[in-house]
């Protein structure tokens, strides 16, 4: 389907779009996948976990597409008839770990949460600047506007993927590109189970269910908004930040070492 006389006009009509949601074999991206599809969206699920993308999207009607993100572009596309609409950069990476983590853990979680992402851009851009329309939505997490405690690879590369993110808006929006970065904090999936004592303390008090999410994107795309808020706080946290990094980081390191000390 063509949106550039539906979502552009600003109607968001999604019945017929072609939808392709990454690392969506269970959590957020499962959420997205269903929800996309209840708009009459036509989906491609995809999953390293070849089982778990096709469960997703038999439950669906939707299309199972395994493999890593980074590759399945063509595959996507092909599956959906020759055109994608909307690309959700969802597969990601919840890396722990301090300045002193291993190598190899930094650069998967750059690989995952920021160059996925970038080689999905480069693959679909030249067809959605051709036609005057698409949508890139990528999920940052909050980490990505505010930081993690106890996890340093996964907050720097979500920083990284923000500003992808934002980069692609600023510099293709007026050609018809439009870009969602969606950033919760905790949501009650396999990867915040994952987090640990830090989730415990920071995600889990305030967490919430991956449909909320999926609710959220729905909404940003309605206004064609930007920044995809599924917890409201969130822009407060951002604002004072912005306003006042000093008072920010002092309290960002009362919370560490407030978690240093109960983890002792």
């Known amino acids: 389907m063509n949106l550039e006389g539906s979502m ?24 997205l996948a269903r929800r996309f599809a209840a708009e009459g969206a036509r989906v491609v699920v995809n999953d390293l976990d070849p089982a778990r993308a096709k469960a997703v999207a ?32 969802n597969a990601g990476l919840a890396s722990g770990g301090d ?23 480069r693959a679909l851009l030249p067809d959605w600047l051709e036609r005057g329309t698409g949508r890139f939505v990528s999920t940052v997490s909050a980490a990505g506007l505010l930081t ?39 949501v009650r999936t396999d990867m915040l189970a994952a987090t640990g004592s830090a989730g415990d303390l920071v995600l889990v008090p305030t967490a919430i269910e991956p449909e909320t999410v999926a609710d959220a994107l729905l909404d940003a795309i309605a206004e064609d908004r930007f920044l995809v808020l599924p917890h409201p706080e969130v ?8 306003e006042d990094p000093e008072r920010w980081l002092g309290g960002m390191n009362k919370l560490q070492r407030h978690w240093e000390a109960g983890a002792r």
Not at 66 to 74: F, K, M, R, T
Not at 152 to 177: C, D, I, M, N
Not at 235 to 242: G, I, L, P, T
């Open 148 to 186: 993690m405690i106890g996890a340093a690879p996964y907050s720097v590369s979500k920083h990284g993927a923000l500003a992808f993110a934002e980069w692609l808006s600023l510099t293709y929006r007026h050609r018809g590109l439009t870009v969602h970065a969606i950033c919760p904090q905790g």
């Open 8 to 31: 552009n006009a600003g109607t968001h009509e999604l019945r017929g779009a072609g939808v392709v949601v990454t690392g969506a074999g269970g959590g957020i991206g499962a959420a």
């Open 235 to 242: 822009a407060d946290f951002y604002r004072n930040r912005a």
């Open 99 to 121: 300045a002193f983590a291993d190598e190899a853990v930094w650069a998967a979680a750059w690989d995952v949460n920021v160059m996925a992402h970038v080689r999905a851009a």
């Open 58 to 89: 038999d439950g669906i009607g939707g299309l199972a597409v395994p493999g890593d993100a980074s590759a399945i572009v063509d595959e996507a596309r092909e599956a959906l008839g020759g055109t994608v609409d909307v690309w959700c950069a």
